[in-house]
């Protein structure tokens, strides 16, 4: 073996045990599956500030058509226009998607993480559900029930007891939504392993048997979660999630808010795909516990993070620096008929941001040729997004748009403003180009096959 054809075999193999590996996968499945409800109220955060939004909206705002002013004459006399406060009650009203998804973002991921967890570490368990009832009692056990808040124009904090302090329950909890839920489901399990239940007769429904089944597991694991409360309210003066979110999670978000953390996710991306392997396998959950925190608090309002998993969509996928660029490069300058073929297949998928028709039919993967501008054209992509950010060209993404929207039109919908289709118009033609020079060395060194020219000439 070469030394290039080593380094091939032992990256895929690090690699590919890193993204098989069970904990991860239970992380990634996790939050792919909470996803779905952070979409649905990215999507009606994304229909309430672009389309409702009667102020700064694209159809009534100013940003957009302005409408608003062409309806009541000025700006100021839109302002009191009645159909302008329904539409902005309407707004209002879209915007209480968040409190069933994102403002209980962590909540959402006790129950979804204690499942997926007992299913795949636990698969003989009776009832899977059994563990996200404990896993869920753990962390409510854990959560400060008690909190301080100044009262607008007092200098003087007020103690609120008995009240549950729901910032926990949304991205400031995300850590011990994971840590908690799956120590109390790997608790619940190991009394059950050890036999210590209360043991039914046959003729108890088996539904009520599992229920009497799991009253000392359950009592155990509740119990272990009391006493580390008393233990962290004690010795460190907080509960557990206030604990772990100094910790753990504030270092965690410091270094995913790096330029060195983006840098070596953008780059690895890429050379994870060209060894095909996908990287979300192994970056979906390290976003899952920085980036796609940033994206819940850039959309609900909270923070303004340029660094995001929706940014990088934006910049990346939906901008087509993996789908669009190569196939439009190929499209325009490759002499090949095998490769031009190709292209024509794969263009409608790339117009959706699809790039596997593209990367596995030329294929781009493993190609040598097509190493490089499929190295850079992620991070090149990337970095054009961040420099119009920086200088305030367009602002820190705050819409989640599906990434199968066309490019641009995505850049429009990210952004709500003209500005985002602009900055993907340019990160689509500096990617296109830095494929070029490429496309015409494969024009060199891989000539169509005699029978491919024969075929065409006949055909014309």
């Known amino acids: 073996m070469t030394g290039l054809q080593k ?37 009606a955060i994304m229909l309430q500030n672009v389309f409702i939004d009667p102020i700064n909206g694209l159809i009534f705002g100013k940003q957009g058509l ?9 700006w100021s006399a839109w302002q009191v226009n009645g159909f302008c406060k329904a539409l902005q009650n309407f707004a209002n ?58 009262p607008t124009g007092s200098k003087k904090a007020i103690d609120v007891l008995n009240y549950i302090d729901t910032s926990y329950l949304g991205t400031k909890g995300v850590f011990a939504a994971l840590l908690i839920s799956a120590s109390a489901v790997w608790i619940y399990n190991k ?57 753990l999670q504030k270092p965690a978000m410091a270094i995913s808010s790096t330029g060195a953390f983006a840098f070596v996710s953008q780059t690895t991306w890429s ?3 060209w060894f095909g392997i996908h990287p979300t396998s192994i970056w979906g959950p390290i976003f899952g516990l920085t980036w796609n925190i940033n994206d819940t608090q850039n959309m609900l309002g909270q923070a303004h993070h340029i660094y995001s998993t929706l940014f990088m969509n934006f910049a990346t996928i939906a901008a087509g620096s993996c789908s669009v660029a190569p196939v439009l490069a190929i499209k325009l300058f490759s002499k090949r008929i095998a490769a031009k073929k190709i292209s024509n297949i794969a263009l409608m998928p790339a117009i959706f941001n699809i790039s596997e028709p593209i990367t596995f039919g030329l294929p781009i993967i493993m190609n040598p040729i097509y190493f490089v501008p499929w190295l850079l054209c992620q991070p090149v992509a990337f970095y054009i997004g961040i420099f119009f950010t ?11 748009v599906p990434w199968t929207v066309p490019t641009l039109l995505s850049g429009l919908l990210y952004t709500g ?18 494929y070029v020079p490429f496309v015409r060395m494969d024009n060199r060194l891989n000539p169509d096959d005699p029978m491919d020219k024969m075929s065409k000439a006949v055909a014309e």
Request: some cysteine.
């Open 7 to 43: 380094f091939q075999a032992n990256f895929t193999k690090v690699a590919g045990k890193i993204a098989a590996n069970k904990f991860l996968l239970t992380l990634r499945d996790s939050f792919i599956i909470v996803a779905s409800t952070s979409m649905i109220a990215g999507f």
């Open 66 to 74: 302005q409408l608003g002013r062409m309806i009541a004459g000025s």
């Open 93 to 150: 009203l879209i915007g209480l998607v968040s409190n069933g998804s994102l403002n209980v973002f962590a909540l959402l991921l006790v129950v979804i993480f204690a499942n997926t967890f007992s299913r795949k570490y636990y698969p003989k368990s009776k009832e899977h559900m059994t563990d996200v009832l404990y896993a869920l009692g753990a962390f409510f056990i854990c959560l400060p029930w008690n909190f301080s808040y100044t």
């Open 191 to 247: 009394m059950l392993s050890k036999n210590i239940t209360i043991k039914m007769p046959d003729s108890v429904p088996p539904a009520v048997a599992r229920s009497f089944e799991s009253l000392i597991p359950g009592t155990v694991t509740m119990g272990v979660y009391i006493i580390l409360t008393g233990l962290s309210t004690t010795l460190a003066g907080q509960t557990m999630p206030e604990l772990l979110l100094t910790l």
């Open 271 to 273: 050379l994870l795909q």
């Open 390 to 400: 920086k200088i305030g060209f367009i602002g820190p993404i705050v819409n989640n």
């Open 417 to 434: 403003s003209i500005k985002g289709l602009i900055v993907q118009a340019i990160i689509l033609f500096v990617c296109t180009a830095l």
